[in-house]
Nanobody
Framework: QVQLVESGGGLVQAGGSLRLSCAAS????????MGWFRQTPGKERDFVVI???????RYADSVKGRFTISRDIAKNTLFLEMNSLKPEDTALYYC??????????????????WGQGTQVTVSS
């Protein structure tokens, strides 16, 4: 069973920073492609970033240059470092893992496992 547990969300002023964490089971962490999505009420879940086990990454244009995905192998933990935050970054952020090596990485339907989400609120 793959489990993903996010933490690190909170309230921050525009221009500030937050770091989200996603603790994952070893299988997902080492074999699956893992990423972050975000969602606001009434809207679809949007792709933020993905990291393959090879280390390759892809970012949504809206966060490129401001967000960085990384991982701690010893702790099986994925991180999302968010800098220069904007009010439009306000959302519920989800960690996700996909056992499917193919398919559109920005499509949330290809992801098998999801965390419970952590709220990020950026005030203006």
């Amino acid at each position: 069973q793959v489990q993903l547990v996010e933490s690190g969300g909170g309230l921050v002023q525009a221009g500030g920073s937050l770091r989200l964490s996603c603790a994952a089971s070893e299988r997902a962490f080492n074999r699956y492609r893992m990423g972050w999505f975000r969602q606001t009420p009434g809207k679809e879940r949007d792709f933020v970033v993905i990291r393959w086990s090879s280390g390759s990454t892809r970012y949504a244009d809206s966060v490129k240059g401001r967000f960085t995905i990384s991982r701690d192998i010893a702790k099986n933990t994925l991180f999302l470092e968010m800098n220069s935050l904007k009010p439009e970054d306000t959302a519920l952020y989800y960690c996700a893992a996909s056992s499917n090596p193919y398919g559109d990485y920005a499509n949330p339907t290809i992801y098998d496992y999801w965390g419970q989400g952590t709220q990020v609120t950026v005030s203006s």
